[in-house]
């Protein structure tokens, strides 16, 4: 296993040099028919060795992996590198079409999702989207064609109910962040500048029936981390600059009527959900971490994220905090069929100190308790989860996640049934290679 002073080239951090393609997959136990689809995830894959001195784990070559099930079988594996301008010139490919826009090679290395009957492999603060094709070859960047004003996002809130898809953006130079709505036809349809006083990382965002839900917290553009050569991201810690989540009413056309309510000291990548109770509060969940780039300038490691309940009350402006979970939680997924909408379960990563990745999490939110799904030397990645049929019961589905068994080396792709998650697997999916830890990724069902 490779090792690096940088810990984010160590390990299964470390990158595969090799874009493979194998077919008919080994699987222990019984793959559910009903699965025909693939299971895509992306993280970054650096196509050429990076310093270890200053390599940020967010900046490296995007590759995207997936697994193709179709009627009880694991019919193909293939990994492949979103093909931005330093991998095309490092491979001698021919350059990837399509406009560009802000700075460096155009990395997409984020998520990966489908809409408007396509897949895209996206990334934050200054990339496009790129088209990828159903067998993950790249196609080209896209602007959705040029309706898209700036970069886009690696996180867009899907409207269970209308099937568009909503976006908080930032860039650099902008002293706003951007509300971006994209319609079901590919093409945005909305933008709304949110003026901001500093320059935030703002990861995600999460929609409820009225308001788009906007994160403006201490991490801050600080580009003396550049020009110090300190690390290659110029993103930091700042506590000074206060912690604060902003109602957007989603109606609107501009930002006039936006409300902000102080939240604790922290940073969040990702909500669990957001929804809004009868009485009109906003209940939102968050895996909430104490700080983000302060001490380590190379990747999130940062102390342990709980996942903690926030409920903005807009009458009073008053905001309670309540822990909901202090074991370490990152990667929170849940029914994205009720996004915005109240939720009985959420689903988990487990992410300990110094960079330990372990269990998946199912969470009653409505009983208060949580079931676990690991072993020894399992290193679980995001779990995904897939509802049986169209209107099947918030939890009658299946699991699906990556995961990297230590001992032996390997990655494997598993199937839970939700009801049943502390149970053995379904099936268990055995890939031909190592797939790195990386960030997001779907479930890209065939009729997508």
């Keep these: 296993m490779t090792t690096s002073p940088n810990p984010y080239l160590s390990g299964n951090f470390a990158p595969v040099r090799e874009e493979v393609t194998a077919f008919d997959l080994r699987v222990s136990g019984e793959i559910p028919r009903e699965l025909n689809g693939r299971l895509l995830r992306i993280g970054p894959n650096p196509v050429e060795p990076p310093d270890p001195a200053t390599y940020h784990w967010f900046l490296g070559n995007g590759m995207v992996h997936g697994v193709r099930l179709r009627d009880g079988r694991a019919e193909w594996y293939r990994n492949r590198f979103v093909r931005d301008d330093a991998v095309t010139a490092a491979k001698g490919w021919p350059r990837t079409p399509g406009p560009r826009h802000g700075f460096g090679s155009g990395v997409a290395n984020t998520n990966v999702i489908a809409h408007a009957g396509?897949?895209?492999?996206?990334?934050?603060?200054?990339?496009?989207?790129?088209?990828?094709?159903?067998?993950?070859?790249?196609?080209?960047?896209?602007?959705?064609?040029?309706?898209?004003?700036?970069?886009?996002?690696?996180?867009?809130?899907?409207?269970?109910?209308?099937?568009?898809?909503?976006?908080?953006?930032?860039?650099?130079?902008?002293?706003?962040?951007?509300?971006?709505?994209?319609g079901v036809d590919g093409r945005v349809r909305k933008t709304v500048n949110v003026p901001v006083p500093g320059k935030p990382m703002l990861h995600d965002c999460a929609i409820t029936e009225r308001y788009m839900v906007v994160f403006d917290l201490p991490c801050i553009f600080k580009p003396e981390n550049l020009q110090s050569g300190r690390s290659s991201f110029p993103y930091a810690w700042d506590p000074d600059y206060g912690a604060r989540v902003g109602l957007l009413p989603r109606d609107d056309d501009d930002a006039s009527r936006i409300r902000w309510f102080e939240v604790p000291l922290c940073y969040v990548f990702h909500p669990l959900n957001a929804y809004e109770t009868a009485d009109g509060q906003v209940v939102l969940d968050v895996c909430r971490h104490p700080k983000m780039f302060a001490s380590d300038l190379n990747g999130p490691n940062e102390g342990r994220p709980t996942l903690d309940r926030w409920v903005i009350d807009p009458s009073s402006g008053k905001v309670s905090a309540d822990t909901i979970s202090d074991r370490g939680h990152e990667f929170p997924r849940h029914d994205e069929r009720r996004i915005g909408k109240p939720i009985r379960y959420g689903y988990t990563g487990g992410l300990g100190d110094a960079l330990g990745l372990g269990p998946i999490y199912k969470h009653d939110l409505v009983r208060g308790t949580t079931e676990v799904h690991g072993g020894p030397g399992r290193m679980f990645l995001e779990p995904v989860f897939v509802p049986r049929t169209p209107d099947a019961a918030e939890d009658d589905g299946w699991i699906l996640a990556y995961v990297y068994d230590a001992p032996s080396a390997a990655s494997e792709v598993v199937i839970l049934h939700a009801q049943d998650f502390t149970g053995e697997p379904l099936a268990r999916i055995h890939l031909p290679q190592r797939v790195p830890f990386g960030f997001h990724g779907n479930w890209v069902p065939d009729e997508a």
Excluded: C
Excluded at 120 to 137: K, R, T
Excluded at 147 to 162: C, E, M, V, W, Y
């Design 118 to 182: 396509r897949i895209w492999a996206i990334v934050e603060a200054g990339g496009l989207p790129v088209q990828l094709d159903d067998e993950l070859e790249t196609v080209a960047y896209s602007n959705f064609d040029g309706t898209l004003p700036g970069s886009f996002t690696a996180h867009p809130k899907r409207d269970p109910d209308t099937g568009e898809l909503h976006a908080m953006v930032y860039y650099p130079l902008w002293d706003y962040v951007q509300y971006v709505v994209v």
